[in-house]
């Protein structure tokens, strides 16, 4: 079960930096360092292996995201429209720009995220073309296992 969860966590990782868009921290942070794969209850006969992001967004991603469905929340593009823009906070000298800033990136979110609630975006699909793609690896990993088995209770 290890093998197998870390081959799909490596290819969801893989499918991730291939995507048009990995997130504000790229491959440093943000979706691709919250993927994680996790073998549980081993040494039971319910042995699970679980390849899962804590991110808030993950699902999002993997699935897209409709037209016509509302806009996503207000602070969701706050990180990355700084990151696109080059600019943060501390740029800044006064506190008339951070107020001019943080006016002008609200009225810039509000429209980047009316835009994603009208149009959608398709998902990237980062666990389902791992699995899919890589089934016929995984059942052998899984009938090696059961093979190495086989062979230790006949020898014992």
Known sequence: MSEAVALLERKVKE???KAPRIGVGGAKGGLLASIHGETIQKGTP????????QSIYGEVIEKGRRPGKKMPPEDALDRWID???GTTRRSFKSVDQVMAYVAWKKSISFLIRRKIGQKGFPGIHMFERAWNENLPQIQNIFESAGF???????GK
């Open 83 to 85: 990151k696109k823009i």
């Open 46 to 53: 319910l042995i699970k292996g679980i390849v899962a992001t």
């Open 15 to 17: 499918n991730i930096r």
């Open 148 to 154: 190495e088995i086989v062979r230790e209770l006949n």
